[in-house]
């Protein structure tokens, strides 16, 4: 069966002189949680945007369902993403909106359902994450770890066949993350969804996640189960997991020997 999701040897610039992500292959396969994992800068939320339409790969080809999403005409390109759900990193709720306003907004935008039926909607979904209480609140009322489990019931809002989180463990003290962390897993199981999560969160998504791709300067360095990436012996997978100050991804940005210029005018440190 062909992956839900699929970035075949995709490369990505925003010019010729700035390449992002350079031959990246990778396969979500439907109703499969998948972490996409890496250093700051090196990609992974580029791979968000081209799944969602936002970038179009300059060579290779993104896959959603089986169809080229760079391909896809406008009309096209906006059913395709109302099919998906996004959690943005620190949630991004609307601050002048109630918590059910939150939810419902998308809904509105979307459907024609009448009042009602949206109203019992978004108590569903509120009900999910655990925050039904929450309904006639002002964001700046939450709790960090709340207003990430509202974004989420909001990310749900229409059911999408895909949800795409960014960063969804930014800022969360310890309980609120396990809790967002595992309710993205039941939710996924629960509506049959499929998810792709970027984090640097290594501990957290060794928990939850079915699959897990490992982004180093554009490219796959590295890839398993979560069983396999806690006993792997690749050394970046090592320093990831591990924390460690220096290996693959090391801690001095080059430079010239120290020694070497010492007493140098700035202008001649190269």
Same mark, same amino acid.
């Given at each position: ?62 896959? #959603? /369902?089986? %169809?080229?999403? *760079?391909?896809?005409?406008?009309? @096209? =390109?906006?059913?395709?993403?109302? !099919?998906?759900?996004? $959690? ?40 999910? #994450? /655990?925050? %039904?209480?929450? *309904?006639?609140?002002?964001?700046? @009322? =939450?709790?960090?770890?709340?207003? !990430?489990?509202?974004? $989420? ?118």
């Amino acid at each position: 069966m062909a992956p839900f999701v699929e970035l075949a040897d995709v490369t990505f610039g925003y010019n010729a002189s700035r390449t992002i992500l350079s031959g990246i292959t990778l396969a979500v396969p439907r109703g499969k949680l998948v972490a996409v994992m890496g250093g700051s800068g090196c990609g992974k939320t580029t791979v968000l945007r081209l799944i969602c339409g936002q970038h179009k790969p300059s060579l290779g080809e993104v896959r #959603v /369902g089986g %169809r080229s999403v *760079a391909a896809m005409n406008r009309e @096209e =390109l906006q059913a395709h993403r109302r !099919r998906l759900g996004m $959690l943005f990193q620190f949630g991004a709720l609307f601050t002048d909106m109630t918590v059910f306003d939150n939810i419902a907004f998308p809904m509105r935008e979307h459907t024609a359902l009448p009042e009602p039926v949206i109203h019992d909607m978004v108590l569903m979904k509120l009900n999910a #994450v /655990g925050l %039904r209480g929450t *309904a006639e609140l002002k964001p700046s @009322e =939450l709790s960090g770890g709340m207003a !990430r489990r509202v974004a $989420l019931a909001r990310s749900i809002a229409l059911d999408p066949e895909l949800v795409l989180y960014d960063e969804p463990f930014a800022g969360l003290d310890p309980i609120s993350l396990s809790v967002v962390g595992q309710l993205i897993r039941k939710l996924n199981d629960a509506l049959g969804m499929t998810s792709i999560l970027v984090t640097h969160d290594i501990q957290e998504s060794l928990k939850i996640v079915d699959y897990i791709y490992f982004i180093s300067e554009g490219r796959v360095v590295a890839e398993g189960t979560p069983e396999a990436i806690r006993a792997s012996s690749d050394p970046f997978v090592r320093q990831f997991v591990d924390g460690e100050i220096d290996g693959p991804v090391r801690f001095h940005y080059p430079a010239p020997p120290l020694a070497a210029q010492f007493g140098a005018p700035v202008g001649a440190r190269h």
